[in-house]
């Protein structure tokens, strides 16, 4: 799909795009807004192409076509726009949509991590970190980590927190790594409150206080994050910070190990021998109904890109 590519600065391109949005949200004036939005895509205006792959994508206002929707945001994307080829990048990192190709990611990500988007410089990272697109260089990592995380990724302040405290770093700072846990754990990322009660528990980078790695597991079950539903299990089965209470360490340790952690699988054949009988007599057995926990609802089911635009 060649199209004519305009400057994003365009005022009356960007305030006419701005107002076909917001006529979106009404379903009166919704048809009038998808045309608009299709017109100015049409004359080249990259924001408006990226539009119009969500509107293709989402399937609300027009009948969903991925295909279409992709086109859209590779005609944007080869228009520099940084939003498209991050999801161009994340398309092709995690095989949505599109064929896998790690090559072809790192190339979009970079394209729109140079422009400065905070997610892409994250997935920029975890490339280099992991060898995926690019050649395999933790320097390099922890370089697009920082500057996503200055940029208010609480993903990419984790990755820079577990650069700091990693073994294999010759120089591990631990205060500095606490430092960038905490600001992830104060955006309420889930991995961020697990990280900091880790650091509680080990007594890293502050000193060793259990209550304080409860209170931030504990904010990390409210959000089902399954190192945090774990680590609980195992404080209230050995008593540290709370009252040993086996029903609630088994509660859980089986919420945990729904949610993926091996850990916890493992840790329930020492203190719930029948662990595996009792899920095969009573599917409920793993619901988490510990009072000093919210419950939350689980995740809803998404469309085939529906995920691809979270940063």
Not at 93 to 114: H, I, K, V
Not at 134 to 156: C, N, V
Not at 218 to 234: C, D, F, I, T, W
Request: hydrophobic share 35%.
């Amino acid at each position: 799909m060649e199209q004519e590519c305009k400057a994003p600065e365009e005022t009356d391109m960007a305030e006419a795009l701005e107002a076909a949005v917001a006529m979106l949200e009404d379903e009166v004036t919704a048809a009038k807004a998808v045309a608009a939005v299709r017109e100015l895509a049409v004359c080249g205006y990259a924001p408006a192409m990226n539009e119009c792959g969500k509107l293709y994508l989402d399937g609300k206002h027009i009948p969903r076509d991925y295909k279409t929707a992709h086109e859209w945001f590779e005609a944007a994307a080869e228009c520099g726009y940084d939003e498209s080829q991050f999801f161009l990048g994340k398309a092709a990192f995690e095989g949505s949509g599109t064929r896998r190709d790690m090559a072809d990611a790192f190339f979009w990500f970079l394209s729109a991590a140079e422009q400065g988007h905070p997610g892409a410089q994250y997935y920029v990272g975890r490339c280099y970190l992991e060898g995926k697109g690019t050649i395999k260089d933790e320097e390099e990592a922890h370089r697009w980590f920082s500057l996503s995380a200055s940029r208010g990724s609480p993903e990419a302040k984790v990755a820079t927190g577990d650069f700091l405290s990693s073994p294999r770093n010759p120089n591990p700072d631990y205060a500095e790594a606490v430092r960038h846990y905490r600001m992830a754990s104060d955006m309420d990322y889930p991995l961020g409150h697990y990280k900091m009660g880790m650091m509680y528990y080990n007594g890293k980078g502050m000193p060793l206080n259990y209550i304080s790695a409860v209170k931030y597991f504990r904010k990390g079950a409210e959000l089902e994050e399954p190192g945090s539903l774990y680590m609980l299990g195992v404080m209230y089965d050995k008593g540290q910070g709370v009252e040993a209470d086996k029903n609630s360490a088994i509660r859980y340790l089986t919420h945990a190990a729904k949610k993926g952690n091996t850990d916890a699988k493992t840790y329930l054949k020492g203190v719930s021998p029948n662990y595996g009988q009792q899920q095969d007599r009573d599917p409920d057995y793993e619901e988490l109904n510990t009072p000093d926990v919210v419950s939350l609802p689980s995740e809803g089911k998404k469309g085939l890109f529906g995920r691809l635009f979270s940063k």
